[in-house]
């Protein structure tokens, strides 16, 4: 498990492509709204999260990084039927975060990547669970069993996923 | 100032976003009707997925039609595809008639009572998901364009699925009755206790609104009440599954859905249903001893019947003869229906008019409208009102009287003994037994021979095909 800390100046600044910007995320959105339905378990996994902080990660600009965690969780609360800005609240925290975290630490390496996941699939969850709960209204229930087994698949997932999308990543 | 500012850039950005997302959510929590103010962006993100799916469950669906009809059982899927469409018809039907059949029971007093059934249908499929565990809706690949309108109940043949929230123009968005935002109005299949369907954020159904005091069993089927205006009357929804006392009093059942709502691929969204009236002749006001009359042994042909009528215009005396005679013993004997003339005599109600008129000379109307004075001249009408009395003939006696006094001419009776003149070579079961034996006629008969006529009151033999039924001994045979 290596978490280095680095300078600014010693951290790789990557950038990508606009298909890629746009596709990424579409295609995150298209497999979360579609494999469900054949594989019902394929929803404890929020591959519109994992794409914020790998997107967050690897710009290490916190802004674009909120920007990207912001639109992407909008999007994704449109295609719910519950009221739009839950999920993009949730998401601009974790890609301010990742962002954040990705100027000052090696996030590189496979451990790093799967306790930063890990992390910030938590903190999305308690996001998510504060506003819904207390802004919107809704009737949730917190399981910390359920919240830490779905952390751990989506951070072994998100490895995998984050060495697949490290080929679309660009030297800035 | 520029310093500041420039030094918690990020973070003054973030608070500014973050903060128009909260505004935005209370514009929309505030506003709480039908979110219209956001209908932009999702008509955006729906036009930019959806098409993906289509396109993919449109190759997977082409792909497995060639594959199963050209390849792997050619016409088989179709014919298979062909005979699922009409069980989840036959189904619906089923459902349809029996809860009609229970309502028209329970609910005979109420003429201007209305029933609901599914009229029209459309059928889709299911093409994506929200993608979210808080949100357990699905998107189907029918819109505005195949007429499709929010609020329209969604199901399948095994159960009720939703019903639709969101209306795009090729697509509508399913909200499942596992969402904790949905709610059904649903009742128990046998106790008939009403409840109200909602889901829970773990995705289980519970059945709430249900008081303590209520008898409600493990396993009992779970109904459409129709209060809800949404889901038509007595679709099913699913079966009890878990009962533990809640809290204040209320019960705290869990429901299984029929549905595989984890699993959907094609659905049906209920696009018409119509509400009509019972006509007040139709078979809701039919009474237990008429349904009982339709049970009973038939009323034979009228030409048989006019052949028997000359008979025993013929030989009036041997019809009518004196109780003690021969053939009085071959006939039921009064005390039959005079013993008995209450219920017993609405519930089988054939024996005294016949054997009041036939076997003996009484010519004063029975306490309870059994039977009637004898009047020989007059023909069995079989088009007129006629009471239950008259539903099942007696040997040969039905064909020289007829009960003049129908106290309670109902028309659902009429219905009753239209449908059981036809010929008698449908096989009928065995009327109740009275006590005496003798006095049930031949069932099996087609046609009421002259019963004071030994040569012509013979046993018939039943046919290949009818039930075999006691015949009554000859009668001039010593008792």
Redesign the interface.
């Known amino acids: 498990m290596q978490i280095t800390y680095t300078s600014g100046e010693q951290v790789e600044v990557y950038r990508f492509s606009i298909p890629v910007t746009i596709g990424v995320p579409?295609i995150a959105?298209?497999l979360?709204?579609?494999v469900?339905?054949?594989f019902?378990f394929f929803?404890?996994f929020d591959l519109p999260l994992l794409v914020t902080i790998f997107f967050g990660m690897a710009r290490r600009n916190?802004?674009t990084g909120?920007?990207t965690g912001?639109i992407i969780g909008?999007?994704?609360d449109?295609?719910?039927?519950?009221?739009?800005?839950?999920?993009?609240?949730a998401k601009?925290?974790v890609g301010?975060g990742a962002s954040?975290l990705g100027v000052k630490l090696d996030v590189e390496n496979a451990g790093s990547r799967f306790l930063v996941t890990l992390v910030f699939y938590v903190t999305h969850e308690v996001v998510?669970f504060l506003?819904?709960r207390g802004?919107?209204?809704?009737?949730?229930?917190w399981?910390w069993s359920h919240e830490l087994w779905a952390a751990l698949a989506n951070a072994f997932f998100g490895v995998f996923l984050f060495a697949v999308l490290d080929r679309f990543k660009q030297r800035a | 100032m520029e310093s500041v500012l420039g030094r918690y850039r990020n973070l003054i950005i973030l608070v500014g976003v973050l903060f128009l997302q909260v505004l935005g959510l209370a514009v929309q929590v505030k506003r709480n009707a039908e979110n219209e103010s956001s209908r932009l962006i999702r008509i955006w993100t729906v036009s930019a997925v959806t098409p993906f799916e289509k396109t993919l469950v449109w190759i997977q669906t082409s792909t497995g039609n060639i594959w199963h009809n050209y390849f792997y059982l050619r016409g088989v899927r179709a014919e298979n595809r062909e005979l699922k469409a009409e069980i989840e018809r036959l189904r619906l039907q089923q459902v349809r008639l029996t809860e009609d059949a229970e309502q028209a029971r329970r609910l005979q007093a109420l003429l201007a009572f209305k029933e609901q059934f599914i009229s029209q249908t459309v059928a889709a499929q299911v093409i994506g998901s929200s993608g979210s565990e808080q949100s357990r809706s699905v998107y189907i690949d029918k819109g505005t364009r195949e007429g499709i309108k929010p609020d329209m109940a969604v199901i399948t043949a095994d159960g009720v699925v939703g019903k639709v929230l969101r209306v795009f123009h090729s697509t509508s968005l399913v909200l499942l009755i596992d969402d904790q935002s949905s709610g059904v109005g649903a009742l128990l299949e046998k106790s008939r206790v009403q409840g109200v369907l909602k889901g829970t954020p773990s995705g289980e159904v519970i059945l709430e609104k249900v008081t303590s005091d209520e008898l409600v069993q493990a396993g009992e089927p779970v109904l459409t009440s129709g209060g809800d205006r949404i889901f038509p009357k007595g679709l099913r929804v699913g079966t009890v599954s878990k009962i533990s006392s809640g809290a204040d009093l209320f019960l705290n059942i869990r429901v299984k859905p029929a549905a595989n709502l984890s699993k959907l691929e094609e659905v049906l969204v209920v696009t018409k249903v119509e509400e009509k009236e019972i006509a007040p002749s139709q078979n809701s006001t039919m009474r237990a001893a008429d349904i009982l009359a339709q049970r009973l042994p038939s009323v034979p042909d009228k030409p048989a019947v006019e052949d028997a009528n000359k008979n025993a215009a013929n030989k009036p005396a041997n019809s009518l003869k004196a109780p003690g005679s021969a053939g009085a013993q071959t006939k039921p004997a009064p005390a039959n229906s005079s013993a008995n003339p209450g219920a017993e005599t609405a519930a089988k109600p054939t024996n005294p008019p016949n054997t009041t008129s036939a076997g003996g000379p009484k010519k004063s109307a029975p306490p309870s409208g059994v039977g009637g004075p004898v009047d020989s001249g007059t023909q069995i009408n079989y088009g007129s009102q006629v009471p239950p009395a008259t539903a099942r003939p007696a040997n040969g006696a039905a064909a020289t009287v007829k009960p003049a006094t129908a106290q309670k001419p109902a028309p659902p009776v009429v219905k009753a003994v239209e449908k059981t003149a036809k010929p008698a070579a449908l096989p009928k079961p065995k009327p109740p037994q009275t006590g005496n034996d003798e006095s049930q006629p031949d069932q099996a008969k087609p046609a009421l021979p002259d019963q004071a006529s030994p040569t012509e009151n013979k046993p018939a033999q039943p046919k290949a095909d009818q039930p075999k039924v006691d015949q009554p001994p000859p009668q001039d045979s010593p008792q």
């Open positions: 579409l959105f298209f979360q709204a579609f469900p339905l054949r019902p929803s404890m916190p802004v909120l920007l912001g909008l999007l994704q449109s295609l719910t039927h519950q009221a739009i800005g839950i999920y993009g609240i601009t925290v301010y954040s998510y506003v819904a802004l919107v209204g809704q009737n949730l229930r399981s």
